[in-house]
């Protein structure tokens, strides 16, 4: 039931991502609520990340941000999915 998580060097978890394919309303309603179902499993409190291919229009946005689920957008290089920006979610104090 889980996507990716980034892990710290010392084992905790430092993000919960699910990755969405689009960015429809039943989409992003299904990420949203893969990230809330799965996240008390999980140890400690890692962000939980939504990646979507571009960004949800703004009302829809603000209503997951609300829910303390950070937004990451990917793109596509030939067959290589890129995350631009995945560090400075991951390490805001270092960029």
Same mark, same amino acid.
């Given at each position: 039931? *889980? ?5 710290? *060097? ?17 989409? #992003? ?12 499993? #999980? ?10 291919? *571009? ?10 941000? *609300?829910?303390?689920?950070?937004? #990451? ?15 400075? #979610? ?6």
């Amino acid at each position: 039931h *889980r996507d990716l998580i980034a892990v710290e *060097r010392n084992g905790g978890i430092r993000a919960f991502f699910q990755v969405g394919t689009g960015t429809t309303l039943s989409g #992003l309603h299904t990420g949203v609520a893969r990230l809330l179902l799965n996240a008390p499993d #999980l140890p400690g409190s890692p962000r939980l990340v939504l990646a979507v291919p *571009r960004e949800p229009e703004k009302e829809l946005r603000e209503q997951i941000e *609300r829910l303390k689920i950070d937004l #990451l957008t990917y793109g596509w290089e030939g067959d290589r999915a890129v995350f631009p920006g995945l560090h400075t #979610l991951l390490f805001p104090a270092a960029s």
